[in-house]
C-alpha cells in the first residue's frame, strides 16, 4: 500500500532484471526458497542440494519428496531449447528421479509437446514399476517369518519400514531392480543432523559386536553430506528378479532383517539420543 492507502499494482518485470545469472543468483535463491516453489507445484520438496553430477552435466538442483524420491529441477531463464530438453530427460533416466521440474520463462509449442509426450511415456513406466514393487511387497509381508512387519500396508515405494521402539531409528526394507537390503535408518528429523551421526557414531562404536550378531559384515553409511545414516545389508535379486526366484530371496532377505533386529535391539536403550 502507498501512503495514501491505495493498493499498488503488480508489474512484470524480465527475470533477469532480478536474477542476472541463472546459476549464480536464481538457482541459488530458489534454493533458499524452495517453498515457493513448493507452493506452485503442490509437491512437499526438502533435503534440496545444487549442482549435483549426472554423467558429464551437473544438474540444477536435486530435491527429496515426501516419500524421500528424488526430484530434479532445471532452471531456463529464458526461451527453452533443446539442450535443455535434452538434460531433462537425461537427469530424469540418470537419477532415476520420480519427477522433474523445468523451470523456463518462455517455453516454446514444439518442447511443450515433447515434455508431454515423454511424462506420458514415463508415467505408464512408472505405474508398471510401482505396481511391480507393491506385488514384491505383498509377497514378502504375508511371510510368517516376517513378522516384525506383517502389520504394515504394502506399498508401491522402494522401501518400508517398522519403527525399532526409538523415534527416528528405524528397521527397513529396501529394494532396487536387481537387488535388496535390510536396514538400520537413522533419521530424527529436520535439524537432526549431528543427532543422526552422534546414534551412528556410537553404533559403530560396537561394529564388531553387532556383525558377530548378525553373523557377518554389515554397511556402516554416514550417508556425507545428507541428513540421514544407514547400516546395511545388500543381498542379490530386486523386484525385476523372475517371480519364480522371489521366494527364495524373500528366505534370505527376512532372515537377515531378523538377525539384524536381534543383534542392534538390546543396545537401543542406552543410546545416548542427545549430541549435546
Not at 505396481?131 to 514378502?140: K, P, S
Not at 500396508?153 to 521402539?165: D, E, H, K, N, V
Not at 535408518?185 to 549431528?194: K, L
Not at 562404536?205 to 541428513?227: N, S, T, V, Y
Request: glycine share 6%.
Amino acid at each position: 500500500m502507498n501512503e495514501l492507502g491505495a493498493i499498488g499494482r503488480l508489474s512484470r518485470v524480465p527475470l533477469r532484471e532480478v536474477w542476472a545469472h541463472e546459476a549464480y543468483d536464481f538457482t541459488r535463491w530458489l534454493q533458499d526458497n524452495i517453498d515457493v516453489l513448493t507452493s506452485a507445484i503442490g509437491i512437499g520438496l526438502e533435503n534440496v542440494e545444487r549442482e549435483q553430477s549426472a554423467g558429464a552435466f551437473n544438474i540444477d538442483l536435486v530435491a527429496e519428496d515426501e516419500a524421500g524420491a528424488k526430484v530434479i529441477i532445471e532452471n531456463q531463464l529464458g526461451k527453452s531449447d533443446h539442450d535443455h530438453l535434452g538434460k531433462v530427460l537425461t537427469y530424469l533416466a540418470a537419477m532415476n528421479a520420480r519427477a522433474a521440474v523445468w523451470i523456463v520463462a518462455d517455453p516454446r509449442p514444439e518442447h511443450v509437446a515433447a515434455v508431454t509426450k515423454a511424462v506420458a511415456a514415463q508415467n505408464r513406466e512408472f505405474a508398471q514399476r510401482y505396481d511391480l514393487r507393491e506385488q514384491w511387497w505383498v509377497n514378502l509381508l504375508s511371510r510368517p517369518d516376517a513378522h516384525m512387519h506383517k502389520h504394515l500396508t504394502p506399498g508401491r515405494y522402494s522401501w518400508i519400514g517398522l519403527s525399532s521402539g526409538v523415534r527416528g531409528i528405524n528397521f527397513n526394507y529396501a529394494v532396487r531392480q536387481h537387488d535388496c537390503q535390510v536396514e538400520v535408518y537413522i533419521d530424527r528429523g529436520q535439524d537432526c543432523d549431528d543427532e543422526n551421526r552422534h546414534i551412528f557414531e556410537q553404533l559403530a562404536a560396537r561394529k564388531d559386536q553387532f556383525e558377530e550378531a548378525f553373523g557377518g559384515p554389515l554397511q556402516w553409511e554416514a550417508l556425507e553430506g545428507k541428513r540421514a545414516c544407514r547400516i546395511s545389508h545388500a543381498i542379490d535379486g530386486g523386484y525385476k528378479t523372475d517371480p519364480e526366484g522371489w521366494d527364495e530371496i524373500h528366505d534370505t532377505l527376512v532372515a537377515a532383517m531378523n538377525r539384524l533386529a536381534l543383534a542392534v535391539r538390546p543396545c537401543l536403550p542406552s543410546l545416548r539420543l542427545d549430541s549435546r
